[in-house]
T-cell receptor
Framework: DAGVIQSPRHEVTEMGQEVTLRCKPISGHDYLFWYRQTMMRGLELLIYFNNNVPIDDSGMPEDRFSAKMPNASFSTLKIQPSEPRDSAVYFC??????????????FGPGTRLTVL | AQTVTQSQPEMSVQEAETVTLSCTYDTSENNYYLFWYKQPPSRQMILVIRQEAYKQQNATENRFSVNFQKAAKSFSLKISDSQLGDTAMYFCALPRSGNQFYFGTGTSLTVIP
């Protein structure tokens, strides 16, 4: 398996523009997570899905952020409109279901977003 | 509440030497797992090692081992024979509900040649 795939790897955009980050989880994994990493706040969980259904989006900063998972092999994180404070590295991670034991999360390479 | 604390923001070690990174946590669960992740300059998060709380034996993966003290809620990572490629941020992680993780703030490790 190729692992978790994220695109683009780098994104530079101007304030006010729409940004879409994409993620392909590992095949067969039931959970998908979106994280944001900054120097100031560290690694933050934004939202996670179980079997394509959003379970907890309490980490989403505000209404400008939205995430979808239309099928088991694809998810998007959209920021509209983008602001300079959204500049960060965004990670997607997936994990298989193993109840009641939590399993390892497999991270993608991340997308470095810069909003000018 | 469940929390993870890494009290060493930065550490350095000479190549080939041994270094220990500290992690303490708090949880009300009796059975749980703990993880160490590595984030090299490439930014990708890579699993280093995993420990199951009900197992008394400390987990080991090649040069990486843990010192798990359940009563003290301590979960330190020992890296033996440090290599330049070990230079990275290291995160301690504690699972919570729904396969979510609590991550510590990380320890930046530099291996000096």
């Amino acid at each position: 398996d190729a692992g978790v795939i994220q695109s683009p790897r780098h994104e530079v955009t101007e304030m006010g523009q729409e940004v879409t980050l994409r993620c392909k989880p590992i095949s067969g994994h039931d959970y998908l997570f979106w994280y944001r990493q900054t120097m100031m706040r560290g690694l933050e969980l934004l939202i996670y899905f179980n079997n394509n259904v959003p379970i907890d989006d309490s980490g989403m900063p505000e209404d400008r952020f939205s995430a979808k998972m239309p099928n088991a092999s694809f998810s998007t994180l959209k920021i509209q409109p983008s602001e300079p404070r959204d500049s960060a590295v965004y990670f997607c991670a997936s994990s298989p279901l193993r109840t009641p034991e939590p399993d390892t999360q497999y991270f993608g390479p991340g997308t470095r977003l810069t909003v000018l | 509440a469940q929390t993870v604390t890494q009290s060493q923001p930065e550490m350095s070690v000479q190549e080939a030497e041994t270094v220990t990174l500290s992690c303490t946590y708090d949880t009300s669960e009796n059975n749980y797992y703990l993880f160490w992740y590595k984030q090299p300059p490439s930014r990708q998060m890579i699993l280093v090692i995993r420990q199951e709380a009900y197992k008394q034996q400390n987990a080991t993966e090649n040069r990486f081992s843990v010192n798990f003290q359940k009563a003290a809620k301590s979960f330190s990572l020992k890296i033996s024979d440090s290599q330049l490629g070990d230079t990275a941020m290291y995160f301690c992680a504690l699972p919570r509900s729904g396969n979510q993780f609590y991550f510590g703030t990380g320890t930046s490790l530099t291996v000096i040649p």
